[in-house]
T-cell receptor, first 114, second 111 residues
Framework: EAGVAQSPRYKIIEKRQSVAFWCNPI?????LYWYQQILGQGPKLLIQ????????DSQLPKDRFSAERLKGVDSTLKIQPAKLEDSAVYLC????????????FGQGTRLTVV | GENVEQHPSTLSVQEGDSAVIKCTYS??????FPWYKQELGKGPQLIID?????GEKKDQRIAVTLNKTAKHFSLHITETQPEDSAVYFC??????????FGKGTMLLVSP
């Protein structure tokens, strides 16, 4: 079974530039999550989708971050404009139903904002 | 939202010793309690989980115990091995089945 795929693996941008991350969840998984993990901390939820609807985006900085899940499958996360404090690993995860089932994580995208 | 605290933040043990990591949470509605292991450069991976209708679950050298009244659950690793060295996260599930991660415990197992 293929895992959660994310791209790119690494990205370096200057502050105020824009960047986009892509995620392809495990086939058949209805729930998709984007987490931000700052070095030395635990992952923090940015947004959670159930199929193509948003379940929770309470911690998403909506003035600069946006996310969409096309046709309930792939998802993109965008930052525009980026700030230095956005430097982190962005993790995508998926689960079968989201109802207390195992979440499978991708390897993440390491973003460095300079 | 859910407040999650994890202790200790770092734990050093000798190979063969046992390790225990404790997680406390605030949301009394939480009913799913997983532990994740994260190795360098990788995403977190589930190692064991427990649901609120069970007090303890064991899988070979790994066990999880749950005390819902006190709102805490613990990860127990016996006969530790160097390959157990990693960062461990608790992530109780609350509203919308959202996983809220603790700050992590870095476990170092010395040969």
């Amino acid at each position: 079974e293929a895992g959660v795929a994310q791209s790119p693996r690494y990205k370096i941008i200057e502050k105020r530039q824009s960047v986009a991350f892509w995620c392809n969840p495990i086939s058949g998984h209805a729930t998709l999550y984007w987490y931000q993990q700052i070095l030395g901390q635990g992952p923090k939820l940015l947004i959670q989708f159930q199929n193509n609807g948003v379940v929770d985006d309470s911690q998403l900085p909506k003035d600069r971050f946006s996310a969409e899940r096309l046709k309930g499958v792939d998802s993109t996360l965008k930052i525009q404009p980026a700030k230095l404090e956005d430097s982190a690993v962005y993790l995508c995860a998926s689960s079968l139903s989201g109802e207390d089932t195992e979440a499978f994580f991708g390897q993440g995208t390491r973003l460095t904002v300079v | 939202g859910e407040n999650v605290e994890q202790h200790p933040s770092t734990l050093s043990v000798q190979e063969g010793d046992s390790a225990v990591i404790k997680c406390t949470y605030s949301d009394s509605a939480s009913n799913y309690f997983p532990w994740y292991k994260q190795e360098l450069g990788k995403g977190p991976q589930l190692i064991i989980d427990i649901r609120s209708n069970v007090g303890e679950k064991k899988d070979q050298r790994i066990a999880v115990t749950l005390n819902k009244t006190a709102k805490h659950f613990s990860l127990h690793i016996t006969e530790t091995q160097p390959e157990d060295s990693a960062v461990y996260f608790c992530a109780p599930s609350g509203r919308y089945s959202t996983l809220t991660f603790g700050k992590g415990t870095m476990l170092l197992v010395s040969p």
